[in-house]
Every structure is written in C-alpha cells, then in structure tokens.
C-alpha cells in the first residue's frame, strides 16, 4: 500500500465481534472524523477515475452516501442513491442480495439512471461484494454503464471482487 493508504488505513478503528459474533468491523467514523483524513479518503477513492467521464457517482446506503456525496461535488457529477427497502418514496426497483452477516436487498428510482448514463458506484467497505453486486444489477437494468466502483475499504480474505465481474474495481484500504 501507497504511504497515504497506510496512513488512512490508521485512522480507521477495528470493532472485534460487532454487529455479530466473529466479524472485526471496520469502522470508518475514526477516518470521517479526521478533516485531513477525510478528504485524502475521498482524494485516493476518486484518484482512478480521474480520466473516466462520469454523469453519476452511485453511493449506496448508508456509509456510502456520506463518500459519494463529496465525490459528486468534485466530480461536478450529480449523486444517485441506493437505498435499503422502503427508504425511496418513488417508483422503485428492488434487487436482493446476502451480506456478510444476514441477507437484505436494496432499491434505486426507476428514473434515476437514464440509459448510456456513465456511472461510478461507491461504499464504504466490501465485504462478499453481495451488495455492490446487487447496486451493479440496479443501475444496469435501468440502463447506466458501469465505468468503474470504488471502495474505501477491502477486506480481501473475503474476495468480494469476483463476484463483481470484469468492472474496474479500486480500493483505498486494504485487509488481509
Ligand atoms: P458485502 O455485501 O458483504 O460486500 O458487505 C458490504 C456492506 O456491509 C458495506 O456496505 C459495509 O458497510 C458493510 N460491511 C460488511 N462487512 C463489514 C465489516 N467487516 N466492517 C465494516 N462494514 C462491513
């Protein structure tokens, strides 16, 4: 890792057993928290990407909105939500997936991604992919390209990047 991945990588606190038995959580609050932390995160998430033409940044509930949000701002991109079930009070499609711990599904507007739009998807962490794959699903039936997905974290035991075919995929972070 880049010498500013090791250092965001230490601003951000490992919670043994939470929300579950077993799991170290990755909690990105320490990193948010950091005014210069905060901005390399979201600086090294779009680095990539500096060369991709993008309508939308794609931020998926909840940890990614708050990445997204200032990542469509530099971009000059607009900012689309993916949300939990029952969060969008318009015309929704639903996409279900497994998680790490549990199983939910998640919902896009079915306007909010008009066809051949170029989309960057973004979230805090991938885990088994389950759900970046399942918000992959969501902006390609509504007709958007894909043109890349960034992660804060990975945690690469889990090898969630298979699972999100042969699309570009960054991370700032990474984990054993
Ligand atoms: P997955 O679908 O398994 O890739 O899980 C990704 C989602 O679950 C992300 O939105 C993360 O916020 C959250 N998540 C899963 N595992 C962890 C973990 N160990 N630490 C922090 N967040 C996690």
Redesign the pocket.
Known sequence: MSTTAEYLKKLIRTVPDFPSPG????DITTLLKDADGLRKGVGVMLAPFAGADLDLIVG?ES??FILAAPMALQRGCGLVLIRKPGKLPAATVRQE?Q??YGSDAVEIHRDAISPGQRVLLV??????????AAAQQLVAGLGGQVEGISFLVE?LA?K?RQRLGSCRVESAIQYE
């Open positions: 799991i170290l959580f990755r998926i940890r990614g997936y998680l790490e979230d805090d962490v991938l885990a088994t992919g389950g759900t970046m945690l889990l969630g």
